[in-house]
């Protein structure tokens, strides 16, 4: 089951970068703030949800042991 939760968080942790990039080159380009927002808005969420998925990875990591 860890293994599971291994992979999601690096997927998400991939996200993370991703959105990161995405809001960097909006904001290098002086696109609008409302998009740099809503990109900053899903960047705390996701990484969110990655340090869930690498906390449930050490917490089953832990019990299987």
């Known amino acids: 089951m860890s293994v599971v939760f291994n992979m999601l968080a690096v997927l998400f942790m991939v996200a993370v ?3 990161l990039l995405r809001g960097l080159v909006v ?3 002086g ?3 409302t998009t740099s927002n809503k990109l900053m808005q899903a960047r705390v969420f996701l990484q969110f949800v990655a340090l869930v998925m690498i906390m449930a ?3 089953f990591s832990q019990r299987a042991a």
């Open 17 to 19: 970068a991703v959105v």
């Open 27 to 29: 904001m290098m380009k």
């Open 31 to 33: 696109g609008s703030g």
């Open 57 to 59: 990875a050490y917490w």
